[in-house]
């Protein structure tokens, strides 16, 4: 079984900035593309940022800019840098993949990590 740690998250100022990471474990996988959605109080989840395994990526238009995402492949991690965090950036950060394992695909989410932009 393959599981997504998700940390980084907390409390930060507007105009502040956090670094999330996620990591992946577990036995006989490999990941293809990682990425990063957010759930915001009586929204509905909505992607923030991909990155394929050869380093290509996607972005959300209103987050182009002060967003990037990164990934370690030896390290089966994903980084999401935030910066010039607004309020309305305030959700909860889900870190998801897409893994490979022997019995065939699976699309796997973390648990979640809360990010407040409050002053």
């Known amino acids: 079984q393959v599981q997504l740690v998700e940390s980084g998250g907390g409390l930060v100022q507007p105009g502040g900035s956090l670094r999330l990471s996620c990591a992946a474990s577990?036995?006989?996988?490999?990941?293809?593309?990682m990425g990063w959605y957010r759930q915001a109080p009586g929204k509905q989840r909505e992607l923030v940022a991909a990155?394929?395994?050869?380093?290509?990526?996607t972005y959300a238009d209103s987050l182009k800019g002060r967003f990037t995402i990164s990934r370690d492949n030896a390290k089966n991690t994903v980084y999401l840098q935030m910066n010039s965090l607004k309020p309305e950036d305030t959700a909860v950060y889900y870190c998801?993949?897409?893994?490979?394992?022997?019995?065939?695909?699976?699309?796997?989410w973390g648990q979640g990590t809360l990010v407040t932009v409050s002053s």
């Open positions: 990155i394929t395994r050869g380093g290509s990526t």
């Open positions: 998801n993949a897409d893994v490979i394992v022997p019995t065939g695909y699976l699309e796997v």
């Open positions: 577990g036995s006989s996988f490999s990941i293809n593309a």
